[in-house]
């Protein structure tokens, strides 16, 4: 048969142009295959794609054990589903998976996948595998108990302090205990690509889990003193000469207070380290603290080259795993930090080397391979948290975290987070219904939110019972918000609104009920229309272009999402608005509201 060359050469093209409409690239501009997770860049805000879409994971995380047994699951999928979560965070351990060595087990992690697609969920897996909570309590038996081939950390002096000498902690300076760790990461990532490559149920994956040394600053084992004496390696030295004007400010306070050295010892470019002899004190606030420090402390580095050495270690051993299990099959992967807490400043206090924001750097420069350094929030101070966490691009994703529906709503609306997950999510106690209306009322809006993160169009906004009233400029009004509470009433004084008159439907009064934080994401999706998500507040307009002054309220509408289209349940005018004058917001409703300007 004779091919016809024009024909061939449509053939060529088309294929060609099919494996381009198939294939994405991640935020590193490496090819992707068709849908496979993995992040983009939108704005300034970095997205997680699934199957080609931006993915907004409303999820929470299993204790520890919970899927080391399948029939444990059965009974909590459905919880999960009831209550709204689109995602679990699921732990995989090192020991059960490879329960000896070269052997692997697959029946869990597949048991895992086959019930989150049953349940229409996706997974976040978390290898829990050298390290937990800074203690190596996943690790397998046979790595356990061979003290020699993986070594252990060593703290203190072995003399003078109470706790001295080798702890159950793998240390970073076994290369054959990252190899291991590694090798185990790569077959559990294939099988994952296997089994899971054209699915996508598994979105992302957790490397380790707080990692860092506990009750000491560092490592005083012979090789990690070694390390220690020497000088930082040059790897180091040139990735911060190269971001030098970009540094986390309380990381470069550190390196400019030793006189920006590019070369030297630990401790000759970034100070003295903890001598061996001290104790760390269980709280570290006072004494040897003043009162400011115990006000600040855990803002800034304590002891900094332990913490910074220990960084960089932790780092370096992560990438192999992280390397290796990419190689295998390439999603996004992140690690997660133990953050300081304020009675605990000392690095060894919280596990020192963890990817908390102080170090963010020296991560970047170790382990380049990581996405997204990660904090487990359950600080009172979310939104500096959140701050400190998305500073030089770091997306954010929260691990674990409490349920305060708040939070959420903030961490989407206004940090551009890629998802947020409570931790032990499986508890005892029924998972909050607010919580559940939040992810409701967030995934409805979601492919609104996400076609606007990264730009100026979306925001969030919270207040407490108390607070004065906020404003936030937004599209072509500025937007201010008063705190309103659970039942979100108009005040009684408010014009055309008669006092003593019935609430307004769907507001009845419980003065019993507790103060509520109120939230709401608010999207700006034309020049005189927003949408609304979550309250407790009202709002009032005022027009931020030339134009008349005053602003009416158009339609107002409470509605949800069905099908991806707005679906109106409640039009509001007369006395659930004050006669046209007061947008009330109340918690997890949506709302649309379109405005106009009159003289
Ligand atoms: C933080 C750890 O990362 C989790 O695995 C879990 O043990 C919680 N703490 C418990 O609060």
Redesign the pocket.
């Known amino acids: 048969m004779r091919v016809k060359w024009t024909s061939l050469f449509g053939v060529i093209l088309l294929v060609t142009s099919l494996r381009v409409a198939c294939s994405a690239q991640d935020a590193t501009g490496t090819t992707l295959a068709a849908g496979v997770p993995h992040l983009q860049k939108q704005g300034n805000a970095t997205q997680l794609i699934v199957d080609g879409k931006p993915y907004l994971a409303m999820a929470g995380e299993l204790s520890?054990n919970a899927a080391t047994s399948l029939e444990n699951m059965d009974t909590i999928w459905p919880r999960l589903v009831a209550a709204n979560l689109n995602t679990a965070l699921i732990g995989v351990t090192w020991a059960q998976f490879e329960p000896e060595e070269g052997k692997y087990n697959y029946v869990q992690v597949d048991g895992v996948i086959a019930k989150a697609r049953e349940n229409h969920m996706h997974v976040v897996l978390i290898w829990f595998a050298s390290w937990?909570?800074g203690t190596s309590s996943f690790a397998p038996y046979w790595v356990k108990k061979d003290y020699q081939r993986f070594p252990r950390i060593q703290i203190n002096d072995g003399k003078t302090v109470s706790i001295s000498g080798p702890l159950e902690l793998l240390s970073t300076f076994g290369s054959e205990t990252s190899d291991a760790d590694a090798k185990a990461f790569g077959a559990l990532m294939k099988h994952i690509g296997e089994v899971d490559g054209t699915q996508h149920t598994v979105v992302m994956v957790q490397v380790e889990?707080?990692v860092g040394v506990l009750r000491d600053t560092r490592d005083r084992s012979p090789d990690a003193n070694r390390a220690f004496a020497g000088p930082v390696p040059a790897k180091l030295m040139q990735y911060l000469e190269a971001h030098k004007d970009s540094l986390i400010p309380e990381f470069r306070d550190v390196w400019a207070a030793n006189g920006y050295k590019n070369s030297g010892t630990w401790e000759e470019v970034f100070g003295p380290g903890k001598p061996a002899n001290v104790e760390i004190p269980i709280q570290t606030t006072s004494p040897p603290m003043s009162a400011l420090e115990h006000s600040n402390s855990w803002q800034s580095l304590h002891w900094p080259s332990d913490e910074i050495f220990m960084a960089w270690n932790y780092a370096n051993y992560v990438q192999k795993v992280v390397e290796t299990g990419k190689a295998a099959y390439n999603i996004p992967m992140f690690v997660?930090g133990?953050l300081q807490q304020p009675n605990h400043a000392w690095p060894g206090t919280f596990p020192s080397g963890g990817p908390l924001p102080e170090v963010h750097d020296v991560w970047r420069a170790g382990a380049p391979s990581v996405d997204i350094l990660a904090p487990?929030l359950y600080l009172e101070s979310f939104d500096e948290v959140c701050q400190r966490f998305t500073r030089n691009g770091n997306p954010l994703f929260i691990p674990?975290t409490n349920s305060n529906p708040a939070n959420v709503i903030v961490a989407v609306g206004k940090y551009n987070a890629i998802g947020f997950s409570p931790?032990?999510i499986d508890g005892n106690r029924p998972i909050a219904a607010d919580l559940s209306g939040a992810y409701s009322m967030l995934e409805q809006l979601a492919p609104m939110i996400l076609a606007r993160q990264g730009t100026d169009s979306v925001t969030a906004v919270r207040m407490i019972q108390g607070d004065e009233p906020k404003s936030v400029k937004l599209g072509n009004y500025t937007l201010t918000f008063t705190y309103a509470g659970r039942n979100s009433r108009l005040p009684p004084q408010a014009r055309g609104q008669v006092v003593g008159s019935a609430p307004p439907p769907g507001t009845a009064a419980n003065s019993l009920d507790a103060p509520l934080e109120a939230a709401a994401v608010l999207i700006s999706t034309g020049p005189d229309e927003y949408y609304f998500g979550g309250g407790g507040m009202r709002v009032d307009f005022t027009a931020n272009s030339p134009g008349p002054g005053n602003v009416g309220l158009g339609d107002v509408q409470e509605g949800k999402f069905v099908d991806g289209k707005f679906v109106v349940t409640r039009q509001i005018a007369g006395d659930d608005d004050a006669q046209g004058e007061i947008l009330v917001l109340r918690p997890n409703n949506i709302v649309r509201v379109t405005l106009y300007r009159y003289p």
Do not use: I, T
């Open positions: 520890n937990k909570n889990n707080e997660n133990w487990d674990e931790f032990g």
